[in-house]
């Protein structure tokens, strides 16, 4: 069965510092994996999402993902914060064929001034 | 315009009450969801509908029914309310039922029961 882990329930970096978000998945076929975003009292909005094809993925905001089959990582990053970015973060993996997404327990993202 | 609206946005009741969240999409697509998220932010799939047939049902108390009049909406019925029922509950849509597609989320329903 599928799953998804992301390490750190919270991740506070300064603003322009470096954005890093932990993501590790299961998978017994190859994955189809996704980053979405949750700003406050707002649905999920897709980021990014990786099929097939490069590995490194780029997204919206100016956030990328690179997905590390020797690691079972998807991680999700950002060469320089900013405040808008402060949000909930959530990886996703597809399960199978069955069309349920699964998501991991989401990260905490505080920009500080 | 919001592409996935639900309303309401709050939603307070007591134990027992039998209580709908109703959730419409502009954007054409095919397949729409419920989703519920708990107090620690973990989001799980309940229901999916392609064409307003059930496609995907999750281990969920029969207390709860989607229904879906036209493939535009998915409602949301839930019976007899209990405490551990309280959540933010996301209605979803995508263009075909494959997760290769972009997933459209409402901005929830905070639902309350006391």
């Known amino acids: 069965a599928q799953s998804v882990t992301q390490l750190g329930s919270h991740v506070s970096v300064s603003e322009g510092a470096l954005v890093l978000l932990r993501c590790n998945y299961s998978s017994s076929v190859p994955p189809y994996l996704f980053w979405y975003v949750q700003y406050p009292n707002q649905g999920l909005q897709l980021l990014l999402k990786y099929t097939t094809g490069a590995t490194l993925v780029k997204g919206i905001n100016g956030f990328e993902a690179e997905f590390k089959k020797s690691e079972t990582s998807f991680h999700l990053t950002k060469p320089s914060a900013h405040m808008s970015d402060a949000a909930e973060y959530f990886c996703?993996?597809?399960?199978?064929?069955?069309?349920?997404?699964?998501f991991g327990s989401g990260t905490r993202l505080l920009v500080r001034p | 315009d919001t592409a996935v609206s639900q309303t309401p946005k709050y939603l307070v009741t007591q134990m027992g009450n039998d209580k709908s969240i109703k959730c419409e999409q502009n954007l054409g697509h095919d397949t729409m969801y419920w989703y519920k998220q708990d107090s620690k932010k973990f989001l799980k799939i309940m229901f999916s509908?392609?064409?307003?047939?059930?496609?995907i049902n999750e281990t969920v108390p029969n207390r709860f029914s989607p229904k879906s009049p036209d493939k535009a909406h998915l409602n949301l019925h839930i019976n007899s309310l209990e405490l551990g029922d309280s959540a933010v509950y996301f209605c979803?849509?995508?263009?075909?039922?494959?997760?290769?597609?972009?997933?459209?989320f409402g901005s929830g329903t905070q639902l309350s029961v006391l």
């Open positions: 996703a993996v597809m399960a199978d064929s069955s069309y349920k997404l699964i």
């Open positions: 979803a849509s995508s263009q075909g039922g494959s997760y290769y597609e972009k997933l459209f």
């Open positions: 509908y392609n064409n307003k047939e059930l496609i």
